[in-house]
């Protein structure tokens, strides 16, 4: 029995150890969401190292599909389903379901029978507006994308350039949904008029706000109610025509040596645990937790958001983004 007891205790022991090690995640969630999120998967799992490259999600995109021959990354965490659909017909992504993917709503996750990804949370298009500065300017709060085309906001506008941000490239896709290609690309002329820079950073708009440097970011709501708990004057606008919105999914990639670790960290990342804690950011999230819509969300975030192609998003994706340089780059920021 005691040889027994001792044979169990060596195989546990070299399960734990075949399970310790590292993994490298390649990721757009926000700066200040990371250390918060993972806080949970680490005291759960402290044998497991996790390594990140953050980026904005038009980088992270980029660097996974210049990668396809030669994977790096063993997980994808928090990027663009529309990227991730990318990611998906290049042949990057080995479909993996994690142990709560079933609660995921269908909506959310990837169609196929053996899904590759699977979403976490929706964002969506916010204007910061500064509102100490669009008063000693004396303009109207603008309460959608008609608004910021008028001419009196010119030069005052920042937003995020499309092909490096996953936040500009939400933003375009649903002007050009609504709107359909013609009128869209018309509006964004418009609009281009108004815009002081392009950044490459879909919160950068809105911080540029709170600092002055522009009155009105095009960003993402969760950045502006973020700021202005930190004492900024922003407010938050959700435009009148509705938010272009996206997911921020996570997948596995397909490489020659996939780790356990892998899958480890893609069942937390799914979990109750893991999606209580994106739902103190976001209005919208994978499956429901019972948590409240955090406060200067609309009430209803779900009537928010337009009704989105990801399909169409997904394969037009390359020749909007090459039509939109072609028209708009010479504000973008230069690249780091």
């Not at 990371?34 to 953050?54: G, L, M, T």
Request: with cysteine; net charge neutral; glycine share 8%.
């Amino acid at each position: 029995m005691k040889r027994m007891i001792l044979a169990l205790v060596l195989v546990t022991l070299y399960a734990a150890n075949a399970l310790a090690g590292e993994i490298l995640v390649y990721t757009a969630l926000e700066d200040d969401q990371i250390p918060r999120y993972i806080k949970s998967f680490q005291e759960q799992h402290p044998d497991i190292a996790v390594k990140f490259v953050r980026d904005s999600t038009g980088i992270v995109t980029a660097k996974l599909l210049a990668e396809k021959d030669n994977p790096q990354a063993d997980v994808i965490w928090g990027l663009s389903a529309v990227s991730l659909m990318q990611a998906k017909q290049a042949g990057l992504l080995k479909p993996y379901t994690p142990k709560d993917g079933g609660k995921i709503l269908v909506a959310y996750k990837d169609a196929a029978a053996a899904p590759a990804w699977f979403g976490i949370d929706a964002w969506m298009t916010g204007f910061c507006v500064n509102s100490v500065e669009l008063a000693g300017k004396k303009l109207a709060m603008p309460e959608g994308y008609a608004d910021l085309a008028k001419p009196e906001y010119k030069g005052l506008i920042a937003m995020p350039n499309p092909a490096s941000s996953g936040t500009g490239f939400l933003t375009v896709s649903a002007i050009l949904q609504l709107m359909g290609e013609e009128q869209g690309w018309a509006y964004l002329d418009k609009l281009h008029d108004n815009i002081t820079a392009y950044t490459h950073s879909g919160s950068k708009p809105c911080k540029l706000a709170g600092t002055g440097e522009a009155v009105i970011g095009i960003s993402f709501g969760y950045r502006g109610l973020q700021q202005k708990k930190k004492g900024e004057p922003i407010e938050t606008v959700f435009p009148k025509e509705g938010s272009g919105w996206d997911l921020e999914a996570n997948a596995l990639v397909d490489k020659k040596a996939i780790k356990p670790e892998a899958m480890v960290f893609l069942d937390w990342a799914v979990s109750m645990d893991a999606m209580k804690e994106y739902a103190q950011s976001f209005a919208i999230t994978g499956y429901p937790t019972g948590q409240p819509v955090p406060a200067g969300f609309p009430a209803d975030p779900a009537k928010q958001m337009i009704k989105n192609d990801f399909d169409w998003a997904a394969k037009n994706r390359d020749r909007i983004l090459a039509e939109w340089t072609r028209r708009y780059d010479g504000k973008s920021e230069p690249r780091k």
